[in-house]
Nanobody
Framework: QVQLVESGGGLVQPGGSLRLSCIAS????????MSWYRQAPGKERELVAI????????NYADSVKGRFTISRDNAKNAVYLQMNSLKPEDTATYYC????????WGKGTLVTVSS
């Protein structure tokens, strides 16, 4: 079955960087656009970034544009999120999922930005 395993979260100071990874299995990874979402306590889940099947096109939420970079390695069934210049408001649990078929979710990885 579809499986999505996120990792790389942790505690980081404002202005710091973190790289999240997601390893996918159970579906033909290279045929799906992928995305990262995040959800902070008490808030709605928010779409953060999208990357197309081949990785040639990316889109970002305005709140992270210029600071976050989504990438993928189809040979590894992996999607990544490089997060730079982190702010306290980036604190959330981050999830990867299929961009246009987001019916499967992993457990997410928690990112805490605090001084």
């Amino acid at each position: 079955q579809v499986q999505l395993v996120e990792s790389g979260g942790g505690l980081v100071q404002p202005g710091g960087s973190l790289r999240l990874s997601c390893i996918a299995s159970g579906f033909p990874f290279s045929t799906y656009a992928m995305s990262w979402y995040r959800q902070a306590p008490g808030k709605e889940r928010e779409l953060v970034a999208i990357i197309t099947k081949s990785g040639g096109t990316t889109n970002y939420a305005d709140s992270v544009k210029g600071r976050f970079t989504i990438s993928r390695d189809n040979a590894k069934n992996a999607v990544y999120l490089q997060m730079n210049s982190l702010k306290p408001e980036d604190t959330a649990t981050y999830y990867c999922t299929r961009a246009y078929a987001p019916n499967f979710w992993g457990k997410g990885t928690l990112v805490t930005v605090s001084s």
